[in-house]
C-alpha cells in the first residue's frame, strides 16, 4: 500500500528477522485508518489490483518511450514502484542562456521553473546524476508533462 507505509512481507525465516529488525528502527505506530484500509485490500480479492498492475505497465512504458525520445536522457526500465530514474548528467554545463544546469538539482528547478513539471534529485536515492520521476498520474497529464519537459530541455545547450 505505497504511500499508506504499510505491507507485509513473505520470505525465508532469516530474511524477515533480519527485515524485522530493520523495520523497528524506522516504523511503529501504523494509524488505525491504514490498518483497516490494509485489512480490506487484502480480502478484496485480486481483480483490482490485477487492473492497476495493468494500469502502472502501460504507464511505465509510455514514460518511457516519451523519455527515450528525449536526446540526452538515459533511460532505464524500471522493474517495480511508479517511478523512472533517468541519468540527466548529459545536461548537465548547459544552460539556456539564463541558468547553467551545475547538477540534477539545477535540473529540476529549472524545469520546475520553465514548463512548471516538478522532479526530484536522484541525490537522495543513491544516484546524483539522476532525476526521479512518477508516473502516479493519469496518461493525459504524463503526456502533456514530458511534452513540456522535451521543449524545456531543447532549449538548452
Request: aromatic content about 10%; charged content about 20%; hydrophobic content about 40%.
Amino acid at each position: 500500500m505505497t504511500g499508506w507505509r504499510i505491507g507485509y512481507i513473505g520470505a525465508p525465516k532469516w530474511i524477515a528477522q533480519a527485515c524485522d529488525k530493520m523495520q523497528g528502527q524506522f516504523t511503529s505506530g501504523t494509524s488505525s485508518i491504514s490498518q483497516k484500509a490494509a485489512t480490506a485490500a487484502l480480502r478484496s480479492g485480486t481483480e483490482f489490483y490485477d487492473a492497476m498492475r495493468t494500469t502502472y505497465l502501460r504507464r511505465r512504458d509510455l514514460v518511457v518511450k516519451m523519455l527515450k525520445e528525449i536526446p540526452g536522457l538515459k533511460v532505464n526500465i524500471p522493474m517495480g514502484a511508479f517511478y523512472v530514474f533517468p541519468d540527466v548528467s548529459a545536461f548537465f554545463g548547459k544552460t539556456d542562456g539564463n541558468t547553467v544546469i551545475q547538477n540534477a538539482t539545477d535540473l529540476c528547478m529549472f524545469l520546475l521553473n520553465d514548463c512548471g513539471v516538478s522532479m526530484v534529485t536522484g541525490e537522495a536515492f543513491g544516484d546524483p546524476r539522476c532525476i526521479r520521476l512518477s508516473y502516479a498520474t493519469s496518461d493525459e497529464i504524463l503526456v502533456k508533462a514530458l511534452s513540456r519537459v522535451k521543449e524545456s530541455l531543447a532549449k538548452l545547450h
